[in-house]
């Protein structure tokens, strides 16, 4: 299975295509819309998330609900395109007063300056337009489809927020959840996506202090994935391991800086008999584990314990107190350039994490087994599942 996206910010509309997805399975496209919602949704979201209101049209490779095999078209319409149509008009030549809002000054910590020197862009909207994270409203509805395939084999998925700008949910909370069902209501009902109401207090009381100063934070999302069999990725090569896979895939997120599995950095201050999970096993359920320290990688494999993702968010580079910076056509100092912006964005970015972490286990599943038909797929993985439990 591969993916791609196109579109810019504010560009008329946002596309994805996807290869690969078997036949038979049913779409709910109101699964995709409640994770496009749930994307806009979150305590410091900026006043474009009060514009847009985004809602997917498939355009191909499905009919009456069922998917055919062949690629499949999402298209996402921009509403605040209509204030940016003589801007952003791909086909009118250019001219002064289509020409105007012009970038020239970079923001520090974005794609403006570096991104313009690479493509010769003189004009730096060419560069945020499409670097802006806009573009991940495509991924999470790519992601959004790969749950329903990873539902039909049991696997669920939830993306949700641990930190914010040094505001730490306690963990302890999480233990009054029986299952991610659970959790996601939760989470869901929270402003800040997290599962502490304590925690989400604060978040909200920082989020509007920061606002007032003119300034940004980032934070920590976590995402966890249950009932993923073991054996998905591989040890072979340093390309098939899984884990870096979805390091990948977390860290090509707009903003993420660092990401680790299970208990992650905090190995370094543990022994090796703290850290690793002791094996053991039944007639009835095979080889299991009792904990979870690695989050559920073995040698870049999956070892069928919950896969357990932590990452780290940095701070909107987009100030509405600018930083300084350099006009790049007369090499004045200047402030940076100021476009519209959230105080925060974790809580969106646990959502896009999730999208990311379906993307990238679905398509590891794909690899693995035929993706012709999704009921042959789903006797592949039970029968896999059976093999693994006999082993």
Same mark, same amino acid.
Do not use: C, V
């Given at each position: 299975m591969r993916y791609v996206t196109a579109g810019e910010s504010h560009g008329p509309e946002l596309t994805a295509i996807i290869e690969g997805v078997p036949a038979g399975l049913t779409i709910s496209i109101d699964k995709i819309n409640d994770d496009l919602k749930r994307r806009q949704q979150g305590y410091g979201r900026g006043n474009r998330m009060k514009i847009e209101s985004d809602q997917v049209k498939i355009l191909s490779g499905v009919r009456h609900q069922i998917t055919l095999g062949s690629p499949i078209t999402l298209n996402v319409t921009n509403k605040d395109h209509a204030h940016w149509s003589d801007i952003m008009d791909p086909m009118a030549p250019a001219t002064p007063a289509n020409s105007v809002r012009q970038v020239e000054r970079p923001r520090p910590g974005h794609a403006d300056l570096v991104g313009g020197m690479k493509y010769r862009h003189t004009d730096l909207r060419n560069v945020l337009e499409r670097s802006s994270a806009r573009e991940t409203t495509m991924r999470v509805a790519v992601g959004s489809l790969c749950k329903q395939i990873l539902e039909e084999i049991g696997v669920q998925i939830l993306g949700f927020v641990r930190e914010i700008g040094g505001v730490v949910a306690d963990s302890s909370q999480l233990e009054q959840f029986h299952d991610l069902t659970e959790l996601k209501q939760a989470t869901d009902a929270s402003e800040t996506r997290t599962f502490d109401p304590q925690a989400d207090e604060k978040m909200r009381a920082l989020i509007d202090e920061t606002k007032r100063a003119g300034d940004t934070l980032g934070g920590v999302v976590e995402v966890i994935a249950t009932g993923m069999p073991a054996g998905l990725g591989s040890y072979v090569g340093a390309d098939t391991k899984l884990d870096a896979k979805l390091a990948g895939s977390i860290v090509g997120i707009n903003a993420f800086k660092g990401v680790e599995f299970g208990d992650g950095f905090a190995f370094?201050? @543990?022994?090796?008999?703290?850290?690793?999970?002791?094996?053991?096993?039944?007639?009835?359920?095979?080889?299991?584990?009792?904990?979870? @320290?690695?989050g559920g990688f073995e040698g870049g494999m999956t070892n069928g314990m919950p896969v357990i993702i932590k990452a780290v968010m940095k701070p909107i580079p987009t100030l509405y107190k600018p930083l300084m910076s350099v006009d790049i056509k007369t090499k004045e100092g200047y402030k940076a350039n100021v476009e519209r912006s959230d105080t925060t964005a974790v809580t969106a970015a646990a959502v896009v994490a999730e999208a990311m972490v379906a993307i990238t286990l679905a398509t590891a599943l794909l690899d693995k087994f035929d993706t012709d038909s999704i009921d042959r797929l789903k006797e592949q993985v039970q029968a896999y599942k059976t093999e693994l439990k006999n082993y």
């Open positions: 370094a201050k @543990h022994p090796g008999s703290e850290g690793m999970d002791e094996i053991f096993w039944e007639q009835q359920r095979g080889f299991y584990r009792k904990t979870n @320290h690695l």
